[in-house]
């Protein structure tokens, strides 16, 4: 029995995303991040929104780069085990090079909107987790039928991310609404090009 590679874009994700985190502690003075905040080298390369100069090239590469870049442990174990359980039958239904545009095309209007519409730092891989959570209901989808799944998974989600976004809790829930909203347009263009064809 052999392992195979058998998610391109998802596993080179998840493998980016471990490594970087694993440079950023590495290059971090000890017991830097007692307090949970981002190691610096996260700050300086994986963080949109807060001290972003767009007449600087650095501020366009973290537009995308946000979603390499994670908090703390826990933080990227959470990201990744969503993204590591979804990403395999996204990659199946869809492609890797489709599914690898819609994650950056979902880092970019994320990290866009969070710089010119919120006040807060933004980053991590959630925004991808939840385009991947709305995309996945749309892998039964069939023209003229709405799943009750879909429905439930929009609303459930949806609504959750709604009710915490009146929290203090240092989470984005605008990233996580946009990523879902982001899941919600490629689901329905897949399935009308689909159609189409």
């Known amino acids: ?7 391109p874009f998802t596993l080179t994700f998840a493998f980016f995303c471990l490594g970087i985190f694993v440079c950023a502690w590495a290059l971090s003075p000890f017991g830097y991040n007692t307090d949970l905040q981002p190691y610096p ?3 300086k390369y994986f963080m ?12 366009y590469l973290r537009v995308f780069s946000h979603v390499l870049g994670h908090q703390h442990a826990i933080h990227l174990l959470g990201n990744l085990m969503l993204i590591l ?8 239904k869809y492609g890797s ?32 987790g939840f385009m991947m959570i709305v995309l996945v209901a749309f892998t039964n989808y069939r023209a003229g039928e709405l799943p009750l799944s879909l429905i439930l998974i929009v609303l459930l989600y949806f609504g959750q ?21 982001c ?4 689901g ?8 189409e064809g």
Do not use: C
């Not at 545009?101 to 006040?119: E, P, R």
């Open 1 to 7: 029995m052999r392992i195979s590679y058998d998610a």
């Open 41 to 43: 080298l996260v700050q």
């Open 48 to 59: 949109v929104g807060i001290q972003m100069d767009f007449s600087q090239p650095l501020s």
């Open 85 to 92: 359980l979804l990403g395999p039958v996204l990659e199946e």
């Open 97 to 128: 090079f489709n599914l690898f545009m819609m994650a950056l095309t979902t880092a970019v209007v994320t990290g866009l909107l969070n710089n010119f519409l919120m006040t807060n730092a933004l980053l991590g891989a959630s925004g991808i």
């Open 161 to 181: 991310e709604m009710i915490k976004s009146s929290q203090n809790d240092n989470i984005s829930q605008f990233a996580h609404i946009i990523g879902g909203i």
């Open 183 to 186: 899941g919600s347009i490629f």
């Open 188 to 195: 329905f263009a897949q399935v009308d090009e689909s159609a």
